[in-house]
């Protein structure tokens, strides 16, 4: 995968990206969203493909972007498919900021180093194209304004947006009010933006399937058996919501 063309992980993590603090709204479902944005860009490139409400390995061949390689590679390890909220919802923490640290590494952040309190260092992010933030932002724009359906990676980045919680960082205060529902209307125009969006929203909400009682024993079964389906781990054993995966459309 050249780098003629930017990735949705590297778009939303642009587009949380505030240009005055250097810091990135919503970090702490950010890490869920980038996840998810990683099964996207998998599918658009032919990698991966839906199975119901998991997600199944079709390509297995690397396509170049190493941060991608490395969730296809973990996706191609567990050698059946993985329900999408259980695979957004397990480990995945610290993806910000290798993502950032990829941005850097591209030229299209640089950081600045920097001290709170006085004490503490941190480190800020500033994007060194802000034309390239305007242009992503100006797309979502477009297909809230228009009503015209968006190609699927602008389909697919709205529905993590709103996913995430980006709604009221892009479309803040009253006024905003109806481009943030616009923003969630956009999800029903790609399946697996769809997908993955509700997955992220249902990790955050502690929504995760429980794993199977196994039957009392009988003819062919050994007591003790474990069951089929259990939850990843880093991912809350809840009580599951009839249907939450199923729904692709308007939520």
């Known amino acids: 995968m050249g780098r003629s063309r930017r990735t949705i992980p590297e778009e939303l993590?642009?587009?949380?990206?505030?240009?005055?603090?250097?810091?990135?709204?919503?970090?702490?479902?950010?890490?869920?969203?980038?996840?998810?944005?990683?099964?996207?860009?998998?599918?658009?490139?032919?990698r991966i493909a839906p199975d119901g409400d998991r997600i199944a390995v079709v390509l297995p061949r690397p396509t170049g972007d190493p941060?991608?390689?490395?969730?296809l590679e973990l996706l191609r390890r567990r050698g059946s498919p993985v329900r999408a909220v259980h695979w957004i919802g397990g480990p995945r923490l610290g993806l910000r900021q290798t993502y950032l640290t990829h941005l850097e590494r591209c030229g299209m952040v640089h950081a600045v180093a920097g001290q709170m309190c006085g004490v503490l260092p941190t480190t800020r992010y500033q994007a060194t194209d802000t034309a390239i933030s305007r242009e992503i932002r100006a797309r979502l724009d477009s297909a809230i304004r228009t009503g015209v359906p968006p190609d699927p990676r602008?389909?697919?980045?709205?529905?993590?947006a709103h996913a995430v919680g980006l709604g009221k960082h892009l479309y803040?205060?009253?006024e905003g009010r109806s481009s943030r529902s616009r923003l969630r209307d956009l999800i029903r125009h790609d399946p697996m933006g769809?997908?993955?969006?509700?997955?992220?929203?249902?990790?955050?909400?502690?929504?995760?399937?429980?794993?199977?009682?196994?039957?009392?024993?009988?003819?062919?079964?050994?007591p003790g058996a474990r069951a089929a389906a259990e939850p990843a781990a880093g991912v809350p054993a809840q009580p599951s919501r009839r249907g939450s995966m199923a729904r692709v459309g308007a939520r």
């Open 13 to 46: 993590l642009l587009l949380a990206l505030d240009p005055t603090t250097g810091t990135t709204a919503q970090p702490q479902s950010l890490d869920l969203g980038l996840a998810g944005a990683q099964l996207v860009e998998l599918a658009l490139a032919g």
């Open 67 to 71: 941060t991608l390689d490395s969730a």
């Open 154 to 160: 602008t389909a697919a980045l709205a529905a993590l």
């Open 194 to 222: 769809g997908l993955v969006a509700h997955a992220v929203m249902d990790v955050q909400n502690g929504v995760a399937a429980q794993p199977r009682r196994a039957p009392a024993a009988g003819p062919g079964r050994q």
């Open 172 to 174: 803040p205060g009253n």
